[in-house]
């Protein structure tokens, strides 16, 4: 059996140990259902709401802010749908290397609200161009909602979250940024940013599946996004994912107790394989600004490789070496029409590119296996 080495935790990252701990309990001894009123149900309440604090005051935010969800999908649907039907949004601002969960959720609401959608234009590298932003926020009086994510999930590129909430705001409009992939990774303060809905996956820094929040600013109402009991202070009907819950408050913490040492292993193991690339296989090139570690996410580094006849299998043939990376986002993996993201930024598809995304939990060793694996790959092409 080969080595096998994870570098797709942008995907999804291994579950804690000390999170497993805390959930177990959960699912075996403290089973009532919250929304009981005896005994059971009030003890399963009271974790919950715990939970609820414990996320509200890592985000400097209070419990009534945070609505739990199933994940960060259903998290940004919540958002954008809510904005456009409870808070008069005619107009929304995007991007064309958005999330799906924000992408189709935007295309949704324009097919069926009639919602006005403009995209802002990127940059060579990605990044969002904040004078054709502000452009935009200026052409309309309609009430428009700005949707942007913090980090892209397969190049890494990080928004300027408070230049942008700002701007939105001096424009009047609300700010919805996905931020799945760096909450957990970066410390934020809610109420001091200038944003109205944020939103998590808690499988993205080390905790469960199946279980996220959205963040809404007191001030924004909106109505639930699944309809059905008065769970979740009456804004998401259904018996909630308690253990799920419990496991998301947990990694938060443990992200947080430890967030400056994480980033800088994390940042050591990218400019690591950026090293060893740029000196030992020719015509490499990074997408996005991934050298930049101001502008850029720390776990994600995006890689076009030098061409071959056998792109199509490198990821497959990495996969049997061991090693676990993906060509782009795994929402959309199965798919042949290859990344929206990367065509969005006129990358060549004539060429392989891999997404490589590090945790805390690898290694220098792992991410030289995987390199030594890739060199292998390339000489068996030129053989």
Do not use: W
Not at 143 to 149: A, D, F, G, I, R
């Amino acid at each position: 059996m080969s080595k096998r080495v994870y570098l797709d935790n942008a995907a999804t990252t291994p579950l804690a140990p000390e999170v497993f701990d805390v959930m177990a309990p959960m699912l075996k001894d403290v089973f009532g259902n919250p929304s009981s009123t005896h005994l059971y149900g009030r003890a399963v309440k009271g974790k919950i709401e715990q939970a609820r604090r414990t996320v509200a005051k890592l985000l400097n935010v209070t419990p009534g802010e945070i609505v739990f969800t199933s994940g960060g999908t259903e998290a940004d649907n919540m958002a954008i749908v809510g904005a456009v039907r409870d808070c008069g949004v005619k107009r929304i601002i995007s991007s064309p290397i958005e999330h799906h969960a924000v992408l189709h959720t935007v295309e949704e609401v324009e097919r069926l609200n009639g919602v006005k959608v403009d995209h802002v234009k990127l940059t060579a590298n990605g990044e969002v161009d904040l004078n054709h932003l502000e452009e935009l926020l200026k052409q309309s009086d309609e009430k428009t909602l700005v949707s942007l994510m913090h980090a892209n999930n397969e190049i890494g590129n990080l928004l300027p979250l408070r230049e942008v909430g700002e701007m939105s705001r001096k424009y009047d409009a609300l700010f919805h940024s996905d931020t799945v992939q760096t909450m957990g990774h970066y410390r934020f303060d809610l109420q001091e940013l200038p944003i109205d809905f944020a939103t998590c996956a808690a499988h993205k820094f080390h905790g469960p599946k199946g279980v996220g929040f959205l963040y809404i600013r007191n001030e924004v109402k909106i109505k639930p996004f699944i309809q059905g009991g008065a769970q979740e202070r009456s804004m998401r009907g259904g018996t909630e994912n308690v253990y799920g819950i419990i496991g998301l408050a947990k990694a938060l913490e443990l992200s947080h107790e430890n967030a400056d040492e994480h980033e800088k292993h994390i940042e050591g193991l990218k400019d690591h394989m950026m090293s060893r690339l740029d000196a030992e296989l020719e015509g490499v090139r990074y997408n996005g600004i991934c050298c930049d570690h101001e502008r850029s996410l720390h776990t994600v580094l995006n890689v076009t490789l030098p061409k071959t006849d056998k792109a199509e299998l490198l990821l497959f043939n990495m996969d049997l070496m061991g090693v676990a990376v993906s060509g782009g986002s795994a929402c959309t993996s199965g798919s042949n029409t290859g990344s929206h993201v990367l065509r969005g930024i006129d990358v060549s598809m004539e060429r392989p590119s891999v997404r490589f995304s590090f945790s805390r939990y690898n290694t220098k060793e792992e991410v030289d296996y995987a390199i030594d694996c890739l060199l292998k790959i390339y000489q068996k092409e030129k053989v």
